[in-house]
């Protein structure tokens, strides 16, 4: 058998969607790519979408549109993909890193309180696997520093606290205490990255909840600036007969996303009920082999939360990384892929050289040294899922 990590389910649905797109003569931003923004919203029950080429991209302009800057403090997870912090440091300001909590995937709450300074003006939580976080934890948390906050635009005067803004790459879908991933943090972003649950090849999306005194559609129009060149008007009303003249309002970015791709979503969020659900089969199966087997599993489905399914995370109780790394290839040699999620960022040249240092992050580092991610995604049949497990079983034996 030979089964791959995460390969795109494309069905007919999206290939006529693209086509009728390719044959329609508007291919870049345009009716579709508003179109998927009007439904991202709709789906998530947030105030409003806005879609750009990438999470990255989202977050990044999350930030420059909340006036975060150098001076600036923002908290994330050390146990996250580079992304999460990257974008912070594009923006000029400093990358506050969190450990996880002790045998979680997700930041130490009491940690990230501690984290917080008078220049902290967002943190970043990482909704790992489609797992959201504790979200609740996290609003009392910056409601008790809220005397630390002082405000540097519009938008920070209207929240007045530091802002919180979900790296919800993994969690379109998910819900946390009822409500959907897109609806619970001030701002979401979530990623349509070929490998992810939804994809549009590269894509991403921010969504955001209601500021008092500030209008939605503000809000998407600095976006809009943001993405395209701080240019007056995109190329579709360019095309208005007459109606060439536009304005540069400041020097910005180029990161929107095309219709070609919002296509590609459209066809994916039509079927994405049906693909939750085909998910949530798999990691039920998993759970099932795998327990009482060596191994510990993310829960995906608890009172509180329910996940998106993105990935499936085991940690091969007390074992190493030299250990891990042998199960990954025996599994490889089987003809299945599988990943780690995630070498924590203060592992990374880059990280190290801002000056992080995995010793700092010992709940981290222990979640990386024995986790290994199991292929999760739509196109795998009952009978693979059995196979993966068996040959893990057997590895681990
Ligand atoms: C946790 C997390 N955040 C952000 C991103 C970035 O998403 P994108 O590739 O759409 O920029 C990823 C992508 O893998 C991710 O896993």
Redesign the pocket.
């Known amino acids: 058998m030979k089964i791959s990590f995460s390969p795109p389910d494309i069905t007919q649905e999206e290939i006529d969607e693209v086509v009728d797109t390719l044959r329609s003569g508007w291919i870049t931003t345009g009716p579709k790519t508003k179109l998927f923004e009007e439904k991202i919203a709709n789906y998530t029950n947030a105030s409003k979408a806005v879609c750009f080429n990438?999470?990255?991209?989202?977050?990044e302009l999350t930030l420059r549109l909340l006036g975060v800057g150098e001076g600036d403090e923002v908290i994330t997870s050390a146990y996250?993909?580079t992304?999460?912090a990257s974008v912070i440091h594009h923006v000029g300001a400093k990358i506050v890193l969190v450990d996880t909590a002790k045998d979680s995937f997700q930041m130490d709450y009491e940690k990230l309180e501690h984290a917080i300074t008078d220049k902290t003006k967002a943190i970043i939580p990482?909704d790992?696997a489609g797992v959201m976080c504790d979200y609740d934890k996290i609003f009392e948390i910056v409601n008790n520093k809220q005397n630390l906050f002082s405000p540097s635009n519009e938008i920070q005067k209207a929240i007045n606290r530091v802002i919180v803004l979900a790296?919800g790459?993994?969690s379109l879908g998910a819900t946390y205490k009822g409500k959907k991933s897109g609806e619970v943090a001030d701002f979401t972003?979530f990623?349509?990255?070929a490998?992810?649950n939804l994809t549009t090849a590269?894509?991403?999306a921010a969504t955001w909840r209601d500021i008092p005194n500030i209008n939605n559609n503000d809000i998407y129009t600095q976006y809009m600036l943001l993405s395209l060149h701080g240019q007056t008007k995109d190329a579709f009303a360019k095309t208005d007969p007459g109606s060439w003249e536009y304005d540069i309002i400041y020097p910005a970015y180029k990161c929107n996303m095309t219709d070609i791709m919002a296509s590609l979503g459209l066809a994916q969020l039509k079927r994405y009920d049906a693909i939750l659900e085909r998910r949530k089969q798999i990691i039920n199966m998993y759970d099932k082999a795998l327990e009482n087997g060596g191994a510990t599993s993310l829960k995906h489905f608890t009172d509180k939360s329910s996940s998106s399914g993105h990935l499936y995370l085991v940690r091969l109780n007390d074992k190493d990384e030299d250990y891990r790394n042998m199960v990954i290839k025996e599994m490889a040699e089987k003809g299945i892929a599988t990943n780690v999620?995630y070498k924590p960022l203060p592992m990374h040249t880059a990280y190290k050289n801002l000056g992080f240092n995995i010793k700092d992050y010992p709940n981290a580092f222990n979640m990386y040294r024995n986790e290994i991610t199991l292929p999760l995604h739509t196109l795998l049949s009952d009978e693979e899922v059995e196979y993966v497990t068996e040959c893990l079983k057997e590895i681990v034996k």
């Open positions: 990438s999470a990255t991209s989202a977050m996250t993909y992304a999460s990482v790992i790296d790459a993994h972003c990623s349509f990255h490998v992810k590269e894509g991403g999620h």
